[in-house]
């Protein structure tokens, strides 16, 4: 029973930056697993990045190492992903995921893993 909204999406020219949050409703945000997971027209939703609940880990997908940045502030229930050096590749409708449960799976790059979906924000990256 989580809420979750993603903002922060628009149309950039690449090498531009951009910065998604994520709100999460209710009170026990800083027990989730959170990720951020993408879909482009065509393509199986994919994932990349996700934060431990208490931000001592960070993973990321390959194709955005280095230019990508995820981090959470639990005080005010938010994930975000700064997204810098945009390439047209990022285009996609990004989407915040929330993993409530306390036990530990190990696959946090499958989206089965998580529990909780906010609607999506769409980035565009023009060429």
């Known amino acids: 029973q989580v809420q979750l909204v993603e903002s922060g999406g628009g149309l950039v020219q690449a090498g531009d930056s951009l910065r998604l949050s994520c709100a999460v409703s209710g009170r026990a945000f800083s027990r989730y697993f959170m990720g951020w997971f993408r879909q482009a027209p065509g393509k199986e939703r994919e994932f990349v990045a996700a934060?431990?609940?208490?931000?001592?880990?960070?993973y990321y997908t390959d194709s955005v190492k280095g230019r990508f940045t995820i981090s959470r502030d639990n005080a005010n229930n938010t994930v975000f992903l700064q997204m810098n050096s945009l390439k047209p590749e990022d285009t996609a409708v990004y989407y915040c995921?929330?993993?409530?449960?306390?036990?530990?799976?190990?696959?946090?790059?499958?989206?089965?893993?998580?529990?909780?979906w906010g609607q999506g924000t769409q980035v565009t990256v023009a060429s």
């Open positions: 995921g929330a993993d409530t449960t306390i036990y530990y799976s190990g696959h946090y790059d499958s989206a089965r893993e998580y529990d909780y």
């Open positions: 934060i431990s609940r208490s931000a001592t880990s960070t």
